[in-house]
């Protein structure tokens, strides 16, 4: 699960134009919300547990804390400022490496954050760990030789893959329908582990970044926006003729 | 000799994906700028017809990538496929759309060969000696020129929309086209995909219209949907609408544009009481031309927009509707 930048946020950038000012309110990244909830109502029907994964810096704890309110049974935070600037390779190796003792049978993540928008991560964790996956998943289901997983594609199509375990899934915002955090939850989640993962311990498996950000600016307007006056019959009638002998579609 | 630029060309059932003329457009651009060898690729079953497809534009060679293991579309059998390929070819950038497939397999495909992704870039420039790639971050809200820090093979996906795929250059006779056949070892696809379907019977692929008429809260109303819809019937286009008409059941999702919904670059985008959040405008920025419709002046979609109407579309859509029948009709 990530940390990212509230949507609505306004962003100001730091001095050197290569990354955002930190003083902004934050929020987990939205498809991990769903990749956390599908795990915990996979959880509820097959038993298990489930185990939240972050890296980031302290700030980052509060998405792992609400994952755990909301049933997570274990939490493990790559803890260093570091950790934002990575690309997503380094951020898969790093994930590879702090979970290397862990058994897990499935992965989840979201399809991709709101603040990089890479849609690597994932894909990048399954390669590294030998294990097939799958992306932009809608629903999952357990079969005898493993899961059975819908796919979204393009253009409203959709295909069912049968798959083995283990195995990385990259969930779909909108997959199910998110549950809230109870009061009850969050008396737990206090006494819930919380495994600190320093860069130290997996620095060894990060390499240089094979990217990275040059300049980061607000997009100009490149659109030069011609305005449509007058009465409502007249911008009718100047729209058909834009429509047809400028856009050319009539 | 000179750099290679690699594009690998996007097909579905036998037929090219339209965005991948896109990203032989942007190729054509960056191989004029850079003096690099422009070859392209296209991967599965039997491609021979679509790589001559790709062989009659401005291109310097086109590679059938061929294994009967290519078909249906793995990530597994792509990845070790293509880096087959790229690996005796050795280009200095590899080039695709950003499509979900894309997505599926390119990560892996340039872990494997250790090496990094920049996805979903909307433009290239040269900063000196330096190749730039531009991406969007922070979901559109600001943009960010990123380079690559590592070694060659360079991968990188182009956003649908993001270049023009009716500006691709014809070539002046057909390229060559060889055929690699790669050697896919048993085991190594460990996916078992089914048939591709539809959810719903009115499902509309959206991405190949070329008039969409769209539809956001300003509609107000779910029976002002039809006002929409008589408009977009007259104009021979799709309807469709932002992310909170379709969360409301007003029409289905799969009629919701945006980067939640579907990503189009039609020839006309009118937006209908859009007010243009940067979820809904990274799936229509890419439209050839954009028409906006809202009462408020301070609408954010009026900042991508080429024509800006300014008032009430309840005033504006009726006569616009008699105007396109009078101009249709009289064609």
Known sequence: ?250 | MPDTILVIVEQREGKLNRVSWETLTAAQGLAAETGWTLEAAVAGSGVASLANEVAGKKVTKVYAIESPKLEPYTADAFAAGLKQVIASKSPKVVLMPHTYQVRDFVPKLATAMGRAVISDCVGYKKDGGKLLFTRQMFQGKLAADVSFTGDAPWFVTFQNGAFRGDQVQAGSAAAPVETVNVEIADGVIRNKPQEVFKEAKQAVDLTQAEIIVSVGRGIKEQKNIELAKQLAEALGGELAASRPICDSGWLPMDRQIGSSGQTVAPKLYLALGISGAIQHIVGMKGARTIIAVNKDSEAPIFEIADYAVVGNLFDIVPPLIDEVKKAKTSN
């Open chain 1, 1 to 250: 699960m990530k940390q990212v930048p509230q949507k609505d946020a306004p962003l100001k950038l730091n001095d050197a134009g290569t990354w955002i000012r930190e003083d902004v309110s934050y929020e987990v990244n939205e498809p991990d919300a769903y990749a956390l909830e599908e795990a915990l109502r996979q959880k509820e029907k097959h038993s298990g547990e489930v185990v939240v994964i972050t890296a980031g810096p302290a700030r980052a704890q509060q998405v792992l804390r609400e994952a755990l309110a909301k049933g997570a049974d274990r939490a493990i935070h790559l803890e260093d400022n570091a950790f934002v600037g990575l690309d997503a390779a380094n951020t898969a190796r790093a994930f590879a490496a702090a979970i290397k003792e862990e058994k897990f049978d499935l992965i989840f993540t979201g399809l991709q954050s709101d603040d990089y928008g890479y849609a690597q991560t994932g894909v990048v964790l399954a390669e590294l760990l030998g294990w097939p996956h799958a992306t932009i998943i809608m629903q999952i289901e357990k079969t005898d030789s493993g899961i059975k997983v819908k796919r979204e594609l393009e253009a409203g199509y959709f295909q069912f893959v049968d798959m083995p375990l283990p195995a990385v899934l990259t969930i779909q915002s909108g997959i199910n329908k998110l549950r809230y955090a109870t009061l009850i939850g969050i008396k737990q989640a206090k006494n819930k582990p919380m495994r600190k993962v320093p860069l130290a311990e997996v620095q060894s498996a990060i390499g240089a970044n094979m990217q990275k950000i040059e300049r980061l600016y607000i997009p100009q307007k490149t659109k030069k926006t011609e305005h449509i006056e007058g009465s409502p019959v007249e911008i009718a009638k100047k729209m058909v003729d834009k429509l047809r002998n400028e856009v050319r579609v009539l």
